[in-house]
């Protein structure tokens, strides 16, 4: 009798185990076929300024850069006719870069640098605002320069200097406008220059090395650069039209 019993309480345990297991397993199922088949999360934040193409804007404006790979520097974009930026920025040490001698006269410096935090800016026709994200992006080749101290010396060039189209400067970020909040993503480029100079100093006397530390300025009040600026501005009240 007692080996019934205690028989019969094995095979309830087991049914009651085994119950247990279904019921979980029924639950897990639901669960995976309730996420496959959910929508994504807002899977575009960026579709509504996406919606219609990029305002483009043409400016004049001048920028002082100085910066390092070991301390913070500095970078201002003057615009001085136009629609574009104006804004002074503290920047982060250079983490990336690349110079490297080209020939027996020619130079090419490349660098991204980012701002040390938000940056307040404002924009012709826009208004004042913040810049709460950016990657600056450099890339300068120079025909000719003057390095008086021998090989892993500072280097010295001029506007005329700059190769031909071939001062690569490209902005990248997102402007918050203080007024209403609203989001504009932006790109900015800089044209041919035709004023301004550079000091760059190389890391060691390598011909292809990193940068040490640099201060350029590209244009001048009196003879700014040509800038073009893109930038994303959502519309929400653009009137949906009936086919005639």
Sequence with gaps: MKTIFAQSRRNWALYVASAALMLSLLALMRSNTATAYAAPANPDPWKSERQYPPLVFNSKAWLDCSISSTANGRQTMSTMSGQGFTFDAAMLPIQKSKLQLVGQ???MYKFDSFPTTAVKAHFNGIGDGTITEM???VEVAVSRFQQPGGAGTAIHFTATDITTD????????????TSDSKHFPFRVLFGRVEDGSGTVVPMDKAPDTRIMSKAVVLGSPRLPVAVTTALYEAEDDVAKLKTP
Excluded: L, P, Q
């Design 166 to 177: 071939s001062a690569y400067v490209e902005f990248t970020g997102v402007f918050v406008r």
């Design 135 to 137: 990657k600056s992006e």
């Design 105 to 107: 006269t020619g130079m």
